[in-house]
């Protein structure tokens, strides 16, 4: 069999059960309007949304789905401050940048973020207004 023949049918394999480019953000949101809103901007921008069911199954998503990002609504039920810590603490979850965001008049609630592990923590008005730049530099976070 030719080698170069079996990898371009791979290719052509690939491409029809749907291998992606794409790459995956994983948005836990509470509330409708900055939620939708981020998904659908990080739609726009090409990244393929999971939306996460809940703050409790939430570390497990990122575990088994390995997103290149993760965005926590600061004001899920829950104790979202644990399992953004708890995201960190996991060897395997731990590189896994952490946007938090909550209500513009909540700085207390973004500073604990901060404190349990979220890489950002910002204002609803600063995901809306910067998330192209906020992406950009949680990728380079090590």
Same mark, same amino acid.
Not at 23 to 37: C, D, F, K, N, Y
Not at 87 to 104: C, G, M, N, Q, R
Not at 118 to 123: E, L, T
């Given at each position: 069999?030719?080698?170069?023949?079996?990898?371009?049918?791979? &290719? %052509?394999?690939?491409?029809? /059960?749907?291998?992606?480019?794409?790459?995956?953000?994983?948005? &836990?949101? $509470?509330? =409708?309007?900055?939620?939708?809103?981020?998904?659908?901007? =990080?739609? *726009?921008?090409?990244?393929? /949304?999971?939306?996460?069911?809940?703050? $409790?199954?939430?570390?497990?998503?990122?575990?088994?789905?390995?997103?290149? &990002?993760?965005?926590?609504? =600061?004001?899920?039920?829950? +104790? %979202?401050?644990?399992? %953004?810590?708890?995201?960190?603490?996991? $060897?395997?979850?731990?590189?896994?940048?952490? %946007?938090?965001?909550?209500?513009?008049?909540?700085?207390?609630?973004?500073?604990?973020?901060?404190?349990?592990?979220?890489?950002?923590?910002?204002? *609803?008005?600063?995901?809306?207004?910067?998330?192209?730049? =906020?992406? +950009?530099?949680?990728?380079?976070? *090590?």
């Amino acid at each position: 069999m030719d080698y170069k023949n079996c990898f371009a049918f791979f &290719l %052509i394999a690939g491409k029809a /059960v749907g291998v992606t480019q794409q790459p995956l953000a994983i948005v &836990l949101h $509470e509330r =409708l309007m900055p939620g939708s809103q981020l998904v659908n901007r =990080l739609r *726009d921008m090409n990244y393929r /949304v999971l939306a996460a069911d809940s703050t $409790e199954t939430l570390a497990t998503s990122v575990k088994l789905e390995t997103p290149l &990002l993760l965005f926590v609504d =600061l004001k899920a039920p829950g +104790d %979202i401050l644990g399992i %953004i810590a708890q995201i960190k603490a996991d $060897e395997s979850t731990a590189h896994v940048p952490i %946007i938090a965001f909550a209500p513009d008049a909540e700085l207390p609630l973004t500073e604990a973020a901060k404190n349990s592990g979220a890489n950002f923590a910002v204002a *609803d008005s600063a995901v809306a207004n910067h998330l192209p730049q =906020l992406i +950009d530099q949680a990728l380079l976070v *090590d």
